[in-house]
Every structure is written in structure tokens, then in C-alpha cells.
């Protein structure tokens, strides 16, 4: 059990939630490359540790969005030093580049809260995926979905309709001609 858990008693942090949370940003830690259990405890207590700070403020339904937000914002903030950029697309390029295995034992230096070394910081920059041709952001017409329409079943209420009354005509007619 983590430090968290043993915080606080009878508040969010001790309610199964908390705990499936927990182990929710321990398995994201574990597809983020993070591969000693040990690490990814810890990392997972940090995140915790700032959820907790906030915990008045999430509700439980937001908990287990909110510490993958954090979790993800915490790698975020450590790439963003060591490539110089904050642009989500450099950052989710980063990450890609961690997980091809470009710079070894990145976990051990996260974990440790210290800064990639020159040389990793380099091989990670050259390591970025770059898309070909560059984003090129246009504008895009409003588009008008309709989800339900009355018009539909009220043109096939009225063709059904418009074929009885022909249907009843009909049927009228033959009657006073046998009649």
C-alpha cells in the first residue's frame, strides 16, 4: 500500500476508487516504458500525491481522468526540458522517441527528477518523428449532423396515407360497380 493511502483516513484517497486509480496510472506507467515495479510505485505516488492536493476538487467520476492527466502532464513537464519545447506535437513525439528506446534507462533519471544528460537530450531531439509535409491547420465548414429528423417519418406517414385513400377509392369504385 502506498504512502498516499495511509494519509488520510475515511476520505477519498482510502475509497476503492483511489485504489483502482492507483493502479491504473501504475499499468500507464508500465506502457510508457517504465518496466521496475518499484519505479512505477513511486512514480504513481507522485501522481497521486498531486492529485491529493486537489482532492476537494475532483469528483469521483473525473479521479481516474484527472490522475492520467497528471501523470501525463508530469512526463510532459520532464520532456519539455529536455527538448526544449512545449508544443504537444514535439512532446507526443518525445514520447514515441522514449518508447523506441532512444535514450536508455530514461526511467532511472525521471524517476530521480533529474535532467536528461546533453548527449540523450540530442539523441532524442534527432530521434523525434516529424510529420511530412508540416501541419498545415485549415479551416473546416460547419457541417450540420442531424441525429433525428421528423421530416423522414412524416413523408412516409403521408405516402403510406396517400396510397390507402387511392387503395379505399379503389376499393369504393369496384364495390358500386358490382352493386
Sequence with gaps: MSKIFRLLENTL???????????RVQWYWRMQGVR?????????DRVMDRLSRHSQLITKQDLPYRAMEEAQRMLNDWLSLALQDQHPAVLA??????LKGTVRNWPDRFVQETPLATADAIALRHALIHAVPPDATLPMPTQ???LFSLQRPIVALWRGLGRAVLAL???????????
Design 13 to 23: 484517497e482510502t475509497t476503492p476508487l483511489w485504489q483502482e486509480t492507483c493502479q
Design 36 to 44: 521496475d515495479e518499484r519505479q512505477c510505485v513511486v512514480l504513481s
Design 93 to 98: 513525439a518525445g514520447r514515441v522517441a522514449l
Design 144 to 146: 450540420v449532423i442531424e
Design 169 to 179: 377509392r379503389h376499393w369504393l369504385r369496384q364495390s358500386r360497380v358490382s352493386s
